[in-house]
């Protein structure tokens, strides 16, 4: 039996004028009220007759998610957040995979417009400003992720320099001298990032950069961050610390030190970002950035809502959104 | 620039024909030029121009994926794949999520239909069968996993008895005797054919069934599996073995273990199931029952597409694809 508008009501205790207005995206509701019609919606699984809906108003009730990789943890996450915030609105998610090459992400961007989905929330990793011209065909689009290029459309991320400057910031607070990254890679906007902020923690710690403590990564997959821990635990003079640019590295620089019998973070303390559901529960418990993903996925959608209703037209926006130091096992110790 | 037919029959080595005959679905290709040009459109990204050739044929272009949650790594593995296979075919994938629960997948099944998609994959936990009559507009769909109810439709799982049985019959084998489940829950399709793998492959290697040593779990969430693990040994008999339904239960059975002090395998040796990326990588690696992912996203999408384009019309199959057992450190040691 599908659920109605009237049944949202009833279990939200507020009128079905107040569940329509937060349906169609109008910002004109109490707090209170839109947070109790968003836990009915969640709960019912309400969906709006969004045919009816769409065809009266020219819209197709899809919105379009670009992302690298699925199977990659901080996308699956982010991925099922962005579908829960915007099935809230009545939008179907389309999802697209670009493994985060230029061309597949050009592919995909020339692929949307207004014929397929009404908006798009894009997350790429080497599109440059110049592959945004002319396509899509106008269609509202916010950018995930602070890639680092210059295009007139709103955004949402987490600053990536200062996470960066506190994840090295608390390595050196616990006395570590040579602290190490993991994931540099000059084609991936968030890396000269994350190396600023980096390398500005360093100086503020009194502490020298070395370059043979920079280890690249060409993807940032658990396999990458296992073999660039090798090859800084071979050095003559290993670190005693590493900032690792994603949990996924992470993990996999902290089964390498267990490979090599060395203790986590005795011989080696580790940071990595993304926090991870698996960060968790590994043995030891990583410390890591924790981005506030579900302030994510709604402001984005709340962003790209707004304009395909037209609610605002204000020029485009750079949201940060918040996170935190999630400190664990493989800092601090048991 | 969008990528061309011809420019993927030039990577390929083959006519332009062979391309347009492998994007269309048609069968009579041969499987050396079927790979040749998969991997071409895998490189090049290219899209069929589907808005066209859907307007000719009376079709949306888009296909629908439903999941109970994209953050459980299996679930967002699996879409992963589904998504590669349905684009190097043209369609377009719009994914729902259900959080397992009855209610949420009969709204998503209801919301289905000629309208919306051509043809849905769906991985129900809780449905049953009297869900299904009436649904979808008579869409072409497709299940995916041994959820236990009887509808007509096609469906591919892996052998879900026969892959319990040979985790548990792995583990007798190793001379555990006292070999704990944790994850039985009646309200889950597989729970019930783990068990009954679980019960043959005791028998089989002449140890009895005690109810003690079979942990529920709510969900199959990592915490739930470090819960039931510790439950498991503050018995008085504690296991020497356990065979966990699926890895995230298993990777929170481990960190229990290693909370407590105790020690995989030597303590007591830990199995898991679906071969998650992170079971390679977690300290000690998992031993896990690896499904063929690739196989089960590449039959799924090829039946449906044959559904949707008329190849066949055969009754509804029941297509089992491989699984391995991938024997790690949780069972062998180091």
């Known amino acids: 039996m599908a659920v109605t508008l009237k049944d949202v009501a009833a279990l939200a205790g507020v009128s079905v004028k107040t569940v329509s207005n937060v ?22 699984g309400y969906r709006p007759n969004v045919g009816a809906r769409n065809l009266r108003r020219g819209r197709t009730g899809f919105l379009a998610l670009m992302v690298p990789e699925l199977n990659i943890p901080y996308f699956g996450e982010l991925a ?6 915007a099935q809230k609105r009545g939008w179907s998610v389309l999802i697209e995979q670009t493994q985060g090459t230029r061309d597949r992400e050009r592919t995909t961007l020339a692929s949307l417009g207004p014929h397929l989905v009404d908006g798009a929330l894009v997350h790429p990793e080497a599109l440059e400003a110049s592959d945004f011209r002319g396509v899509a065909g106008g269609i509202p689009m916010v950018m995930l992720g602070e890639h680092a290029i210059d295009v007139p459309i709103d955004r949402v991320a987490i600053d ?28 991936r906007g968030t890396s000269e990032l994350r190396m600023a902020g980096y390398r500005s923690a360093l100086a503020a ?11 690249p990564a060409e993807k940032y997959h658990r396999a990458h961050g296992a073999a660039a821990m090798k090859a800084l635990l071979a050095l003559p ?29 005795e011989d080696v303390a580790i940071v990595g970002f993304d926090n991870n559901e698996e960060s968790a529960f590994s043995v030891p418990a990583l410390s ?6 579900t302030a994510l996925a709604e402001t984005a959608i709340d962003l790209v809502c707004r304009r ?14 918040p996170f935190a130091l999630e400190v664990r096992e493989s800092t601090r110790g048991r």
């Not at 109008?26 to 109790?36: C, D, G, H, I, M």
């Not at 099922?80 to 915030?85: E, N």
């Not at 690792?244 to 390498?256: H, M, P, Q, V």
């Not at 609610?311 to 940060?320: C, F, G, K, R």
Request: proline share 7%; net charge positive; with cysteine.
């Open 288 to 293: 890591t950035v924790a981005p506030d993903k």
């Open 160 to 187: 990536n320099v200062k996470a960066a400057r506190t994840a090295v910031t608390h390595l050196a607070g616990l006395g570590r001298r040579r602290i190490a990254a993991i994931g540099r890679n000059p084609a």
């Open 308 to 321: 395909i209703t037209g609610e605002t037209a204000a020029p485009p926006q750079h949201v940060l959104t």
């Open 237 to 265: 003079a290993p670190p005693d610390a590493v900032f690792c640019f994603n949990d996924l590295l992470a993990i996999g620089a902290l089964r390498s030190v267990a490979e090599l019998g060395l203790r986590v973070p």
């Open 80 to 85: 099922g957040l962005v579908l829960t915030a």
């Open 23 to 44: 349906v169609n995206g109008y910002a004109f509701v109490k707090p209170e009220n839109r947070r109790r019609v968003e836990e009915a919606l969640a709960a019912t």
């Open 205 to 215: 710690a009194g502490l020298s950069y070395v370059e043979e403590l920079v280890a």
